[in-house]
């Protein structure tokens, strides 16, 4: 088939994008289909896409996602109606491009972009839309108009949702029967293994994600500096991720001066394939992962994984046998898992071994062309 993807964004650092542009490379090169990438705008994800050889195009467009704290201007909702107008011209392009490229599906990416919808229905295409994300849990996101929305999202072929967590608050706001879970899927072959050995001498901790409240950065400072109080200081946490607002300066007034050595903010790094593979414990502490990649990519590398017990992060850890769950919130819970590590490390060795082969034989990028390609074939059986 010919497959018309819309990416919402144009980054090599976005998770949902890397998941776009490694599906369309393995629905091209295994089942056959000609894919051709909509990006919003220019950024750096095309390298992605080209090193993948899947073709893209560039027509700008404008998120219909606002933030969910706060209650709008005048001047904002002027901004929404200008993006509205602007919008209309990138679908109007869209339509053209599907047409000339005889498209017989459109496939949209994320819940961050609407154009894609706009552009199947106006040339009378199927379309299937994949929700990643849990916008107001996660993101402190919002559709501008969820009625409109929604009914929107409702009218897809089929929604594919990336965790059993996203689709039961999916399946209640949208009025569909067309949706099902496919867990996302990672490219395993970057993760060949480890070279140092796990949990030997001092430690290395590692949190990677946006550095802000909905991630838990705070959980694991607060839980790290209970434990040099204590007198445990076998370890380094590194806190990789993108501060925007000031929550990272709020992280670092709960670090004592005389602890600062432990504590390293990296922040934004390209490729974390080096820091999963260097860390003995990787921890994800947030407020409800709608999936979890870098959960599934910290155990690819082997890493032990430390999770809060909330949406795809429970999903994905079996709590002692594949990785170690604890309360969300609680610094103390927290602390104690990671001391049991320190006490127990041969178990805890076997535990990350069994997450790493876990991962490899449900989380793999390969996994979840299989399920989707599935998708389109009962679309046009």
């Not at 490229?101 to 299937?128: F, R």
């Not at 608050?169 to 879970?181: P, V």
């Not at 959980?219 to 204590?230: F, N, R």
């Not at 004592?256 to 260097?278: A, I, L, T």
């Amino acid at each position: 088939m010919n497959i018309l993807f819309f990416a919402s964004d144009n980054s090599a650092a976005s998770g949902a994008f890397l998941s776009m542009a490694k599906l369309c490379e393995l629905l091209e090169r295994q089942y056959g289909h000609k894919i051709l990438v909509i990006l919003p705008k220019e950024g750096t994800g095309e390298t992605i896409l080209t090193s993948y050889g899947v073709r893209y195009k560039t027509v700008r467009s404008y998120s219909w996602i606002v933030d969910s704290r706060k209650k709008r201007t005048v001047k904002e909702e002027l901004i929404i109606a200008v993006k509205k107008l602007l919008n209309l011209k990138c679908i109007n392009e869209c339509v053209n491009i599907a047409r000339n490229e005889k498209i017989d599906l459109i496939h949209i990416n994320t819940l961050w972009s609407y154009v894609g919808a706009e552009t199947a229905q106006k040339c009378k295409l199927p379309y299937a839309w994949h929700i990643r994300e849990f916008l107001e849990e996660d993101q402190n996101a919002m559709i501008w108009n969820k009625e409109k929305g929604y009914k929107l999202i409702s009218n897809a072929d089929q929604v594919i949702c990336i965790s059993e967590s996203v689709k039961k608050k999916y399946s209640g706001l949208l009025n569909t029967r067309r949706i099902r879970t496919i867990y996302n899927g990672i490219d395993s072959s970057f993760y060949s293994g480890r070279e140092n050995l796990l949990l030997e001498d001092k430690m290395t901790f590692l949190i990677v994600g946006s550095i802000n409240e909905n991630k838990g950065q705070d959980q694991i400072v607060k839980a790290c500096v209970k434990l040099l109080k204590s007198g445990f200081d076998q370890f380094k946490l590194y806190i990789v991720g993108k501060s925007g607002n000031n929550f990272q300066e709020k992280l670092q007034t709960m670090i004592p001066n005389e602890f600062n050595d432990r504590f390293s903010f990296e922040g934004v790094r390209g490729n974390v394939k080096d820091y999963f593979e260097s860390a003995d414990i990787t921890f994800v502490c947030s407020k409800a992962e709608a999936f979890g990649r870098v959960t599934v990519e910290a155990m690819l590398s082997g890493s032990l994984v430390i999770g809060s017990n909330t949406g795809g992060t429970a999903e994905l850890i079996k709590d002692n046998e594949t990785g170690y769950l604890y309360e969300y919130g609680n610094v103390d819970e927290l602390a104690d898992k990671i001391l049991y590590v320190q006490n127990n490390r041969e178990k805890a060795r076997q535990v990350a071994a069994a997450g790493r082969e876990y991962m490899m034989e449900n989380m793999t990028a390969e996994a979840n062309a299989k399920n989707v390609n599935s998708v389109y074939r009962e679309l046009f059986a």
